[in-house]
């Protein structure tokens, strides 16, 4: 079995900070991609950052200057701080890991279960 969990969601204040974690368990192939995205009421899931095994960075616009992604991909784990939090990063965010598939010359996708993060005005 495959388990990602993540940690560190809660409640804060306009302008706080937040660490999120993430660590991915169990039998997997080698992980490619790590990332997170989160999904608000009434919206899409949409990505926040990505790290890639190489150490490329890839940010969404509205996070980009506050979030910082960095992971250690050799432990399967990936993080993301969270700082000048405003009310619209308000959601449910979730960890993503991507595995390549050699058998199937393809990839693999891992999701947790999510966090939320509350940001009151």
């Known amino acids: 079995q495959v388990q990602v969990v993540e940690s560190g969601g809660g409640l804060v204040q306009t302008g706080g900070s937040l660490r999120l974690s993430c660590s991915a368990s169990?039998?997997?192939?080698?992980?490619?991609?790590m990332g997170w995205y989160r999904q608000a009421p009434g919206k899409q899931r949409e990505l926040v950052a990505t790290?890639?095994?190489?150490?490329?960075?890839n940010y969404s616009h509205s996070v980009e200057g506050r979030f910082t992604i960095s992971a250690d991909m050799a432990k399967n784990m990936v993080f993301l701080q969270m700082n000048s939090l405003k009310p619209e990063d308000t959601a449910v965010y979730y960890c993503h890991a991507q595995a390549v598939d050699t058998l199937i010359a393809g990839t693999i996708n891992y999701w947790g279960q999510g966090t939320q993060v509350t940001v009151s005005s």
């Open positions: 169990g039998t997997i192939f080698e992980l490619n991609t």
């Open positions: 790290v890639t095994s190489d150490g490329s960075t």
